[in-house]
């Protein structure tokens, strides 16, 4: 759980800051193998390199392992009161329902897109799955090449190595509940 969790956050923190693997290791003098190895969660970094990639970023030690001690093992979220995670442009803003999840298989999402947002240019492809749910407006799917018109209360499930594209083609906000797994590095 732990080197998963500091892999996380080392990756959500380089992009961030708009860096590449190579720029990090460059910054923090440890290897980028070293730095690809922990972000996949494949080894638990010593202290010492924990204390370099820190120092590099402008960010504590504590920062990598804190989540750990606040993780919880059930996540009660009010209506509404969802964790934002993500906004672009005003267009596409994410909240999450199970932020503080510790060690989660999968994350549930409410995505409300103004009208006319989309997912951008080209199919996406990624591990795992994907499942959606309209909960306001309309949503239309295009899921290796065969397109989907979801409406208000309209859900769909697929494998996420399958090209998909989204778009909120109407001139109404749409809401759409998302259940990803696995849970992506946000």
């Given at each position: 759980m732990v080197k998963k969790l500091i892999g996380r956050k080392l990756k959500s923190s380089r992009l961030k800051r708009d860096k590449t693997i190579q720029q990090l290791a460059m910054m923090s003098r440890v290897s980028s193998n070293m730095i690809s190895r922990i972000e996949r969660g494949l080894t638990?970094?010593?202290?010492?390199?924990?204390?370099?990639?820190?120092?590099?970023?402008g960010l504590s030690?504590?920062?990598?392992?804190e989540e750990a001690e606040k993780g919880s093992t059930v996540v009660y979220t009010p209506a509404d009161q969802g964790e934002p995670i993500f906004f672009f442009e005003d267009k596409h803003q994410i909240n999450s329902l199970?932020?503080?999840?510790?060690?989660?298989?999968?994350?549930?999402?409410?995505?409300?897109?103004?009208?006319?947002?989309?997912?951008?240019?080209?199919?996406?492809?990624?591990?795992?799955?994907?499942?959606?749910?309209?909960?306001?407006?309309?949503l239309e799917?295009?899921?290796?090449?065969?397109?989907?018109?979801?409406?208000?209360?309209?859900?769909?499930?697929?494998?996420?190595?399958?090209?998909?594209?989204?778009?909120?083609?109407?001139?109404?906000?749409?809401?759409?509940?998302?259940?990803?797994?696995?849970?992506?590095?946000?």
């Open positions: 638990t970094p010593s202290v010492e390199i924990l204390m370099k990639l820190a120092d590099a970023l030690l504590s920062y990598f392992v199970t932020q503080g999840l510790r060690d989660p298989g999968f994350s549930v999402f409410v995505d409300t897109l103004e009208p006319y947002c989309d997912s951008g240019e080209g199919g996406m492809v990624h591990t795992g799955e994907e499942f959606a749910t309209v909960l306001e407006g309309s799917f295009l899921i290796e090449g065969e397109r989907y018109c979801l409406e208000k209360g309209d859900s769909i499930g697929f494998k996420a190595s399958l090209p998909h594209s989204w778009k909120n083609s109407s001139h109404q906000q749409a809401k759409i509940l998302w259940v990803v797994s696995p849970p992506p590095n946000v």
